[in-house]
């Protein structure tokens, strides 16, 4: 059929972790703003927030739900189509992996139960309690997976065994592993944009609430209160302290990818840096606005290597020049201009309530959620392309880890209901969340089955409780 099994096992792979990687951000960020709509009621106790608990803690569950769905297919994956990459880093990727199951995923899943059901049934302090843990369970989990990639950008702590066969790389150093150079940068990175993401999808319901549903405007009010002082924090802290530290050390440790980023063909001093451009790789050119002297000035380097001057393993050429100058610059681009809307959002809002007043500025608070996961995805998009043709940069070409008995046209079928059901699955996760945002934050009294003071809210309470009950029944 004349089709390419690396090619399409690149596709799928694309496919399944872009998609993927909207739903761990997301329910990050919005787990930390419910935690922080949680703690404003138990320092007021005013039922509003208590009343937004409920209604995000909804919105959090399906969230959640999607990013299991989708993630657990990648794991299958490594061992279809790349089960020779996964047979030779197994012992290094794979423990990391396995870590974040058993140390944080059962830890998010053991409260999990506790979080979604547990608000009619525990006191606040106990349901902030069971939150906080699902929460750091989701941070924890996020830490493990970037920790592995992280190893895959910039590998130490190991070394290459040939005996006993087949070859592979074999861990030697826990903590080199654990500590290699792009891992904190890159997680300080992945967190932040989380927090952006969940702040701006908070006050992106908010405004939606004041717009159109009237019913709910003072709820909106709220949510836009306690989420655009987080939005503005997070998006200014990323977009000019996190991202460019992450920049500085792909300058550093990963040379091909920093040429690749701002397509930069020769070596030279003072390398400009472009606002926007276009890659002609059969030329070896790039054109477009560029600002002389900007690339060295943020890299901290006088002197930038071109594409050109790579030609000595790890430092070979990159494969993916204009999908990796294109996803940078659309990441860069629009995660600046984040910045000013939210201090438009902020300064019309401090200002005497005028945001409420401006259904046009509304509107822009609304799209914010939109573009921060696009920006999300972009940079995650860079991160993995920008390595290519490496899978593990400097140790393993892309190109020989695929799974030698895995077929193109198998790959085609396959890739083909993925597709199928992968449209399914969002047109199922939209209606949800729409349905939810719809019908907004229901009433407390359809949900309160006791009056919170009567609800235990100390371990103690709850074996007291739990032991009357078993005397009340051996009775």
């Not at 989701?138 to 070394?159: C, D, E, K, R």
């Not at 392309?385 to 799974?403: D, E, I, N």
């Not at 209606?431 to 939810?436: G, I, P, V």
């Amino acid at each position: 059929m004349g089709l390419d099994a690396e090619l399409l096992a690149r596709l799928q792979f694309t496919l399944t972790i872009t998609y993927h990687f909207i739903f761990p951000p997301l329910s990050m960020g919005l787990g930390l703003m419910l935690l922080v709509i949680s703690g404003m009621y138990l320092r007021t106790k005013d039922p509003k927030w208590r009343r937004l608990s409920f209604f995000w803690v909804k919105i959090y569950g399906i969230v959640f739900a999607m990013g299991v769905a989708t993630g657990v297919v990648m794991e299958f994956e490594f061992g279809m189509n790349w089960a020779d990459y996964s047979r030779f880093v197994g012992n290094v990727f794979g423990s990391l992996l396995a870590a974040e199951g058993v140390f944080a995923f059962f830890l998010e899943g053991g409260f999990l139960g506790l979080m979604l059901f547990g608000g009619t049934r525990l006191g606040p302090r106990m349901w902030f309690g069971a939150s906080l843990m699902v929460v750091v369970g989701a941070h924890f989990s996020a830490l493990w997976i970037v920790m592995a990639n992280s190893w895959m950008q910039t590998p130490q702590g190991y070394q290459v065994q040939d005996l006993p066969l087949p070859t592979r790389a074999v861990m030697t150093d826990f903590w080199d592993v654990v500590f290699t150079p792009s891992f904190i940068p890159r997680i300080l990175h992945v967190f932040f944009a989380s927090w952006t993401a969940g702040a701006a999808f908070v006050a992106s319901v908010g405004a939606y609430y004041v717009l159109k549903k009237k019913d709910f405007a003072d709820l909106g009010r709220a949510a836009l209160a306690i989420a655009l002082p987080f939005f503005i924090l997070f998006a200014v802290a990323n977009a000019f302290v996190f991202g460019p530290e992450s920049a500085r050390n792909v300058a550093e440790f990963q040379p091909t990818k920093l040429a690749a980023m701002e397509g930069i063909w020769e070596t030279q001093q003072n390398a400009p840096a472009y606002a926007f451009g276009w890659v002609d790789t059969d030329a070896g050119t790039t054109t477009g606005l560029a600002i002389p002297g900007l690339l060295s000035f943020l890299s901290g380097q006088d002197t930038v290597e071109g594409i050109n001057s790579f030609d000595v393993p790890p430092d070979v050429p990159p494969s993916e020049v204009q999908l990796t100058f294109q996803s940078y610059h659309l990441m860069v681009g629009l995660g600046m201009a984040i910045v000013p809307f939210a201090l438009m959002a902020a300064g019309l809002w401090f200002w005497k309530r005028k945001l409420l007043e401006y259904r046009w500025a509304l509107w822009i608070v609304v799209s914010t959620v939109f573009v921060s996961l696009f920006v999300i995805t972009m940079g995650w998009w860079v991160a993995e392309f920008g390595r290519q043709p490496w899978v593990v940069y400097g140790l393993m070409f892309t190109a020989v880890a695929t799974s030698p008995v895995v077929s193109a046209e198998e790959i085609v079928v396959s890739l083909g209901g993925f597709v199928l059901i992968y449209v399914l699955l969002m047109a199922l996760f939209l209606y949800l969340l729409n349905a939810k945002i719809q019908h907004g934050p229901a009433p407390l009294e359809e949900l309160e089955t006791k009056p919170v003071e009567d609800l235990p809210d100390t371990l103690r309470s709850i074996f007291t409780a739990r032991g009357e009950g078993e005397e009340r029944m051996v009775r």
